[in-house]
């Protein structure tokens, strides 16, 4: 199957946008227990590890109705995925449909999220929130950003990475974005270049910490063998993507952080190996993406072959408002032809 996404490499700019953003710390919660004391009265007792409700799993009954109802009768009797633990209370999916525009605010290439002023693109991504709960009235939609907080170049580079690494005020300014619409998510995405995930993770650590903020990687841009990225496709193994969501399940339980959602871009078979071998957690929610471009037909095969086939927790798909636009029928899929999908993508993404 041919390649259907042109690489996404730019040189950044240097040029410091004026939008600043305040980033709220997450708060823990302590809970106490009580005991009688000799005078008959009861008194809380502090303890060394307190209980912890929020660490209780979600109404199973409902998550397993709703992951029936995402496979949209698939009969192949891969979906849903068997034997997963079920989250921890506070996750996202399946209960809602993550709706998100994706990009970088140096580049009006790379996105929507970028490519237009804020008050603009919240007015675009609001749109696209409307028509997806007009297609699905019974899943309420998740608005997020989708940010490339570490974008592949096509330069070296001081570290000979070929990776530019977006500065704390850059993605300062997509949490202030965020925060135009209220309860907005935000992914901080990373193409690692001739880097590597374990040590361009600690980059991004400090907003990965808040409960809103979480994570995509994309393996197009894992360039292992020393590649300039987009000479080829890069790619992830299991072991890289369990190193991941161990580190994400860390800190989820470190700070007590609501689950993690957790995306990987996919739209060939050797930018994921050894699917079998990836590890769930309960701390940690994985969004295998399509993130191929071209026509209907093409990208329904290409989410057939990488996605249906080889499946992992939960699926995603990309639409690409000018790619998708090069060949007959030159349109994009709508919401509703992307519900019909087996199974249907619960977390979208506009670029």
Request: aromatic fraction near 8%.
């Amino acid at each position: 199957m041919k390649i259907t996404r042109l690489a996404g490499i730019l040189l950044i700019s240097t040029t410091a946008l004026g939008i600043l953003a305040s980033c709220a710390s997450d708060t823990k919660k302590a809970n106490g227990q009580t005991k009688v004391n000799a005078d008959g009265d009861t008194v809380a007792v502090e303890t060394e590890n307190p209980i912890d409700t929020s660490r209780t799993p979600v109404d199973t009954a409902k998550y397993n109705a709703l992951l029936t109802k995402l496979t949209n009768g698939d009969t192949t009797g891969k979906w849903p995925v068997k034997n997963q633990p079920y989250p921890l209370a506070g996750a996202i999916l399946p209960f809602k449909r993550i709706v998100v525009y994706y990009g970088n605010l140096h580049s009006k290439k790379m996105g929507a999220l970028g490519e237009y002023a804020p008050k603009e693109m919240w007015s675009k991504l609001n749109a696209e929130i409307k028509h997806w709960e007009k297609a699905d009235p019974s899943t309420p939609v998740q608005a997020g950003l989708h940010y490339i907080a570490a974008v592949a170049s096509g330069t070296p580079g001081r570290d000979g990475k070929y990776i530019n690494r977006m500065a704390n005020s850059q993605i300062d300014s997509v949490l202030a974005i965020s925060k135009m619409r209220p309860n907005t998510i935000v992914f901080l995405d990373l193409q690692v270049a001739l880097s590597n995930i374990k040590a361009e993770l600690p980059h991004i650590e400090k907003y990965l910490q808040l409960p809103y903020v979480h994570l995509g990687i994309d393996p197009e841009f894992s360039m292992k063998d020393g590649t300039i990225p987009g000479r080829k496709i890069g790619t992830y193994d299991a072991a890289d993507i369990n190193y991941v969501s161990k580190y994400l399940a860390d800190m989820v339980k470190k700070h007590n952080l609501p689950p993690k959602v957790f995306v990987i871009h996919r739209f060939t078979r050797k930018m994921v190996t050894n699917y079998q071998n990836i590890k769930l957690r309960p701390e940690v929610q994985i969004v295998m993406h399509m993130d191929g471009w071209g026509e209907p037909e093409l990208k329904k095969g290409t989410y057939r072959h990488f996605i249906h086939s080889e499946p992992v927790q939960f699926t995603g798909f990309k639409l690409f408002y000018k790619n998708d636009l090069k060949k007959a029928p030159n349109r994009l899929m709508t919401p509703e032809e992307l519900l019909k999908l087996k199974p249907a993508p619960i977390y979208i993404q506009y670029q």
